[in-house]
């Protein structure tokens, strides 16, 4: 499971930088900057669920072993 939660990060990674190539600095708000905001929005969202995930997995082994 580690294993694909750390693909997942990576390709999460690789559409962030992606999304900042496609950003017009002269203009952010408008067109596919606008697009390439959301995909970046959303890309850190992933990453961020994914490490929640992480965390709350080695907690449960955690507590497994307790018992």
Known sequence: MKLFT???VV????????????????SPFEGNSMIAFIGIAASLCAILILLIFRMSK???????DKF
């Open 6 to 8: 750390n693909i997942l």
């Open 11 to 26: 390709l999460a990674i690789g559409l962030i930088i992606f999304n900042i190539s496609l950003l017009d600095f002269k």
């Open 58 to 64: 080695s907690i449960e082994e955690k507590m497994k």
